[in-house]
């Protein structure tokens, strides 16, 4: 299985922007799908974006289309998520793994990375 390390979350006023990283180790990703997901306070986790193998079509969740954009460096083994035009509903803590349509392969996860967007 392969390790994924999240990064790049912090405190950011509404409008604003982040630049998430999911670093993968123990293994090249380059033949497998990957997603994004989130989760807030009280609330399930959710799918965010994600991002094919190969010609690395996207796909992405309603609340986030026109704003955030996935992509990946198979040479770095990362994938990331530039989100634009935080609101404060994109509180929550993002984390990354492989996926099959929306659904995360690994049952385990990392300790993600925390974003807080102040209104």
């Known amino acids: 299985q392969v390790q994924l390390v999240e990064s790049g979350g912090g405190l950011v006023q509404a409008g604003g922007s982040l630049r998430l990283s999911c670093a993968a180790s123990?293994?090249?990703?380059?033949?497998?799908?990957m997603g994004w997901f989130r989760q807030a306070p009280g609330k399930e986790r959710e799918f965010v974006a994600g991002?094919?193998?190969?010609?690395?079509?996207?796909d992405y969740a309603d609340s986030v289309k026109g704003r955030f954009t996935i992509s990946r460096d198979d040479a770095k083994n990362t994938v990331y998520l530039q989100m634009n035009s935080l609101k404060p509903e994109d509180t929550a803590v993002y984390f990354c793994?492989?996926?099959?349509?929306?659904?995360?392969?690994?049952?385990?996860w990392g300790q993600g990375t925390q974003v807080t967007v102040s209104s």
């Open positions: 793994n492989r996926i099959i349509g929306h659904i995360a392969v690994y049952n385990s």
């Open positions: 123990g293994r090249t990703i380059s033949d497998y799908t």
């Open positions: 991002i094919s193998w190969g010609v690395s079509n996207t």
